[in-house]
Structures are given as C-alpha cells and as structure tokens.
C-alpha cells in the first residue's frame, strides 16, 4: 500500500509561483511514477505532468509545459511540482498520484493506482 500526501498549495496571485510537494510512504515510493493532475468543479480530472521513477524523464500537459516542472527526490520520497508564471486558468484542486513504472507514461487518471487528497491551488487576477 501507498501513502501519497500533497503539500504547497495556496493563494497566488497571477505571474506567480508555487511548489507544490507530493510525499509518499509504505511501499518504494522511489520505484513509482509520479503523475499530477488537477480538477475544477463539475470538470474532469485534467493530466497535468509526471515523472518516471528515476526522475529521468517527464511528461506535460501542452498547457503547463514551459511554466511547470516535476523533480523528485527518492531520499525523501518526495516529487516537486514547480509552477510558474501561474495564470487564473490554473486554479483548481491538484492531486498526486502513483503507479508502477510504465513507458509510455500514462495520462489518464485510471492508470493510476495510488491518490493523494489533494491540495487546493487559487490564482486571482
């Protein structure tokens, strides 16, 4: 079993930054690919970015990429969600989530087998 817990979430106003954290217990986190993803009322869970096990390679979403950036530090079983250059459309509650290791890194949540609750991520205007 897996334990993911999110962290960093906030108020921000747009332009600015937040870093979101994802810290996982129990089974090797480490050997885990780490994906997040965000939600808006009454909207379907969005794929945000991940990162294989290794950290070795990423993934993004076309709307975050060149703003956002995943690390991930097994030492600390821990993956970091560096947002930039945050806009409204941003806003919205982000979740962490895990699975075995696969290439092509999966997008879609129902690949995921573990979830964090989530963090709650405002951008005002």
């Known amino acids: 079993q897996v334990q993911l817990v999110e962290s960093g979430g906030g108020l921000v106003q747009a332009g600015g930054s937040l870093r979101l954290s994802c810290t996982g217990s129990g089974r090797t986190f480490s050997s885990l690919s780490v994906g997040w993803f965000r939600q808006t009322p009454g909207k379907e869970r969005e794929f945000v970015g991940a990162i294989t096990w290794s950290g070795g390679y990423t993934y993004y979403a076309d709307s975050v990429k060149g703003r956002f950036t995943l690390s991930r530090d097994n030492s600390e079983n821990s993956v970091h969600l560096q947002m930039n250059s945050l806009k409204p459309e941003d806003t919205a509650v982000y979740f962490c989530?895990?699975?075995?290791?696969?290439?092509?890194?999966?997008?879609?949540?129902?690949?995921?087998?573990?979830w964090g609750q989530g963090t709650q991520v405002t951008v005002s205007s």
């Open positions: 989530a895990a699975r075995s290791s696969a290439r092509p890194i999966p997008t879609i949540p129902n690949d995921y087998e573990y």
